[in-house]
């Protein structure tokens, strides 16, 4: 397997940023911190990024730019947000959510704008959002006039990244005065092209996390705009929405990911640096639990986001299932991680100097996963009303899902925007993928503990087929009963079960050694997902454990990123193959590699 | 039968899970935002029987 163009740039970023620890490294954790203190975004960072043409990441490479495949995109981004979360908001990703909109809706001319201005590293911000509706898009109040000739804008919009320093921006506006979803449209708006007398930048909202990202809005007062600024047919703004939102959560909240690879780090530094009753912290079996508990938790995210990633490629089709399951799933389960690991870091989570420091920066930033963009709960309540769809047109069959969803760096179609669509209309194979999995498997391939949750997962996927297939879809809307959101909560997690199994049942098909193919990681997993499901302890056997522990400090000494990603941080040991060597952690027992100092870098 | 659904609670992406119950009722297939495109039930009802009259035209 060849490393893709992509992760070849990923090296390169890594390289320009060093090692984000070391105190004197002026793209590190000491001047990321500055930057945040004074709520300004990180400048050299900034700079850093434009010399590295991050921007150019968001355009399609057939309008010049090098988007091609959406999962390295986000190694990048978590690249990114592993250092700093609001650079990668804040520089990065809100441009990329207005890309997202303008590939899939914008005329060609539109097209090319965008992709000039994003590539020549230039922002453009993206304005939805109204404090008014939050994601009650439907609602949106501020208005598209359109007359021969003219469009006029009035209203304003609110908590908008980077609006004031922005080139252009996405507007999202009301085209009809009638309620529904035909009433609304997007503007691709050039702020060269606006009378500055007939609008306004409302003040930056200050906010508990993400300090740097300059969040500002905007307020139009009959402002006319060229009728070339209406992207697609005014009317279909809210399916646009809806289309292209499928990359944009599924792939923003798995960048994510990054933040708790760092929190990990910090966690594991700073218990292995201390000793504490006679010996190092990392040595208590608590701690050591907690570390294992959040790494496993790390690997679901990582497993599930990627997965659905590469399903925008592959199932276009499906995706307006996983993205919500993407979005509900993962950041609940980072943001939960940061804090369990909060207990490890004891009073440092909570100081602001000193080598910890970063984490309770983090653990701020972290937070928008579950509602910038859209709110978990959102996800969840959309998901509500597909379940007896999905029960009677999906859940029956054996799920059957292409080899390229699960496999890193397998050759992927084309990234298909057209293809994209509004609903699933009950069609997703996924979650079904995993009772035909647990079948492919070879007698006495699977650890007794995979098989045994494996199946709880597979027939609680028949249970929730059974008390799905015949719900009044009249009763699952907004109104719906608070109890049933529990239904959705137990098929995503069938959901992330099977993501995790086939994509360690395809790496059992390589011939070398690798950390995806070994089976404990996928336990451990389970365990915790098992755990979510009642009635089991969160806390992992202490084999799996000790294997998850071993891990995360073999790869911080080897400065490897601790996802399921193959590329190391260290550039030297970046093969050409592709492939970072792998070999398990030999020792189970606690304090082998980690009781002496000199195992860690010094914290 | 003119209201827009809308105002009796339905929202968008309510309305998207609506449709496939209709399709199976009867057994046809329509496309997933038609009641976004017919908001109110006289609109809709006009929408689905001209769509099942084409599609005993189209079996014929």
Request: proline share 6%.
């Amino acid at each position: 397997m060849n490393p893709t163009p992509g992760l070849r740039r990923l090296a390169r970023l890594e390289r320009e940023f060093g090692d984000p620890f070391e105190p004197d490294n002026p793209l590190g954790f000491n001047r990321i911190l500055a930057a945040d203190e004074a709520e300004a975004m990180f400048g050299r960072g900034e700079q850093a990024l434009a010399e590295f043409g991050l921007n150019a990441e968001f355009v399609p490479s057939r309008l010049g730019g090098r988007l091609d495949r959406l999962d390295d995109l986000v190694e990048i981004m978590r690249s990114v947000y592993r250092r700093d979360p609001c650079l990668g908001l804040g520089y990065g990703a809100s441009s990329f959510i207005a890309g997202v909109n303008i590939w899939l809706a914008g005329s060609p001319q539109q097209q090319r704008f965008a992709a000039d201005l994003l590539c020549s590293g230039r922002r453009i911000a993206v304005a939805y959002h109204e404090l008014a509706h939050g994601n009650d898009m439907a609602e949106t109040e501020c208005r598209a006039g359109i007359e021969p000739g003219r469009i006029t804008l009035n209203g304003r919009k609110e908590v908008v990244t980077n609006i004031q320093r922005s080139e252009a921006f996405v507007l999202f506006a009301r085209t009809a005065a009638q309620p529904g979803a035909r009433s609304h449209a997007q503007l691709l708006i050039d702020k060269a092209a606006l009378d500055r007398s007939r609008f306004g930048y409302l003040p930056r909202f200050r906010t508990m996390g993400m300090r740097g990202v300059q969040l500002g809005g905007i307020e139009f007062r009959d402002c006319r705009v060229p009728e070339s600024s209406l992207m697609g047919r005014p009317g279909y703004g809210l399916e646009t929405a809806l289309r292209s939102f499928q990359i944009t959560r599924t792939t923003l909240v798995s960048m994510f990911c990054g933040v708790l690879d760092t929190g990990l780090r910090v966690a594991l530094r700073h218990s292995t640096g201390r000793r504490l009753y006679g010996g190092p912290v990392v040595d208590m079996p608590h701690v050591r639990s907690v570390i294992a508990g959040a790494y496993a938790d790390l690997l679901a995210a990582d497993c599930f986001a990627s997965v659905a990633t590469r399903a925008l490629h592959v199932l276009p089709g499906e995706t307006a299932i996983y993205a919500q399951a993407v979005k509900f799933f993962v950041s609940k389960i980072l943001i939960r991680a940061m804090d369990e690991l909060s207990e490890v870091l004891g009073a440092h989570f909570y100081v602001r100097d000193g080598e910890a420091a970063i984490f309770q920066k983090l653990l701020r930033d972290i937070q928008p996963a579950g509602f910038g963009h859209a709110a978990r709960a959102a996800c969840q309540v959309s998901l509500l009303s597909q379940l007896p769809l999905l029960a009677r047109r999906s859940w029956p069959e054996p799920g059957i899902v292409p080899d390229e969803l699960f496999v890193a760096g397998m050759a992927l179609p084309p990234l298909a925007f057209g293809d994209l669509v509004v609903s699933a209309a009950g069609r997703e194979g996924l979650s079904g993928a995993l009772t035909s999995g647990i079948a492919a498997c070879r007698p006495g391939l699977l650890r007794p503990d995979v098989a045994e949750i494996a199946e709880h997962f597979a027939a609680d996927h028949q249970l929730l087929t059974e008390s799905c297939r015949d719900l009044d879809v009249a009763a699952l809307g907004i109104s719906a009963d608070p109890r049933a959101y529990g239904l959705v909560t137990r098929y995503v997690r069938v959901l992330v079960a099977s993501a995790c199994f086939e994509t360690w049942r395809r790496a059992t098909a390589t011939d070398h050694t690798t950390f995806t193919k070994d089976q404990r990681w996928l336990a451990a997993v389970l365990h915790r997902l098992r755990a979510a499901a009642g009635n089991r302890p969160r806390s992992l056997p202490p084999e799996l454990a000790d294997f998850l522990v071993e891990e995360a400090a073999h790869r911080l000494t080897s400065r490897r990123g601790l996802c399921l990603g193959l590329l190391p941080f260290d550039t030297h040991r970046f093969r050409s193959d592709g492939e970072t060597p792998w070999r398990p952690p030999t020792s189970t027992r606690p304090s082998s590699s980690l009781g002496s100092s000199s195992a860690l870098p010094r914290t | 039968m003119n209201a827009p659904l809308a105002d009796y609670g339905l929202d968008s992406l309510y309305a998207l899970a609506i449709v496939a119950d209709i399709e199976d009722y009867l057994n046809i297939s329509v496309d997933a935002t038609i009641m976004w495109d017919h908001p109110t039930v006289a609109g809709l009802a006009s929408a689905l029987a001209t769509q099942v009259a084409a599609d005993q035209v189209a079996t014929e």
